[in-house]
């Protein structure tokens, strides 16, 4: 039905940069909000970053500054750039979309599989 897929993880040094794009496919209808979690290991997932279809944007506070989320709603994909990588950003990341599918009425949430950030210190 639905699938996103994420793309451009790997390993980088600190205080370099990457960017990481997810694309949604399938039966959409609508994707009303979309964005990145990260998860550690031995930590809890936490937010990054999510941004609207208006384009509100939310950070968090350990990447305000550094990260920017962006997205194509026509490409139904979303974007982030990391900046000025630090260790502390190693994790996996997921991309995050709230979900409206052909002939649905609610929003769903859906998740991509998720793609390794590494960052060397």
């Known amino acids: 039905q639905v699938q996103l897929v994420e793309s451009g993880g790997g390993l980088v040094q600190a205080g370099g940069s990457l960017r990481l794009s997810c694309a949604a496919s399938g039966s959409i209808a609508s994707i009303n909000a979309m964005g990145w979690y990260r998860q550690a290991p031995g930590k809890q997932r936490e937010l990054v970053a999510t941004?609207?279809?208006?384009?509100?944007?939310n950070y968090a506070d350990s990447v305000k500054g550094r990260f920017t989320i962006s997205r194509d709603n026509g490409k139904n994909t979303v974007y982030l750039q990391m900046n000025s990588l630090k260790p502390e950003d190693t994790a996996v990341y997921y991309c995050?979309?709230?979900?409206?599918?052909?002939?649905?009425?609610?929003?769903?949430?859906?998740w991509g599989q998720g793609t390794q950030v590494t960052v060397s210190s």
């Open positions: 941004i609207t279809s208006g384009g509100s944007t």
């Open positions: 995050y979309a709230r979900i409206v599918v052909l002939m649905g009425i609610m929003q769903q949430p859906y």
